[in-house]
């Protein structure tokens, strides 16, 4: 795929060029922020630490795991349950146009205010629980994984161009 810079560089010039670009501003900038785009796109990240857990080696069959109801959803409002050092309330557009309560235990990973505006995956269709006395309705899905003997938690963001209710399969 050809970049714009690359096929600005390839452009016909009435004038010669001494080092391909010398005098050109505006390509220049471009071509620096492409590079510093390119470079943040380079950042490797080290696993080699990472522990996971096994894959269950039971099967769930297929009837049984269709079952679960996977939704896109957005985060509406977020804040902490009160008395509670784990929980976060999110208010969640779910795209039924009723608002939506789940509680996760996921505050000493996140803070409310950060989430707010995200869109995240939950299973919609699973029955009520109340925990500290709130009625949770749903299960919003995050990665775990280990890092040095210390847990790691992932909420599941995903592109904001999804619109809340889209169904996953």
């Known amino acids: ?3 714009y810079i690359e096929t600005v560089r390839r452009l016909p010039t009435m004038k010669p060029l ?19 785009d390119v470079k943040a796109e380079a950042e490797k990240i080290d696993f080699s630490k990472v522990e996971i857990e096994p894959l269950f080696k039971d099967f769930v069959d ?8 996977f939704r896109a959803v957005k985060v509406l409002a977020c804040e902490a349950v009160p ?7 999110f208010t969640l557009d779910d ?3 009723t608002k939506r309560t789940i509680l996760s235990g ?8 950060e989430l707010v505006g995200k869109t995240c995956i939950a299973i919609v269709n699973l029955p009520p629980r109340p925990m500290m006395g709130i009625d949770s309705c749903g299960m919003l899905i995050s990665a775990v994984h280990h890092e040095e003997g210390e847990e790691k938690l992932h909420l599941l963001m995903v592109d904001d161009h999804i619109p809340a209710g889209a169904k996953l399969y």
Do not use: Q, R
Not at 62 to 68: A, L, Q
């Open 1 to 3: 795929m050809t970049t």
């Open 18 to 36: 001494k080092d391909g670009n010398a005098g050109n501003d505006v390509v220049k900038k471009a071509s620096e922020t492409a590079s510093n």
């Open 83 to 89: 008395k509670s050092k784990k929980l976060l309330k």
């Open 95 to 97: 795209g039924t146009g």
């Open 106 to 113: 996921i505050h000493a990973y996140y803070e409310p205010e």
């Open 62 to 69: 297929f009837e049984t795991f269709s079952k679960s109801d």
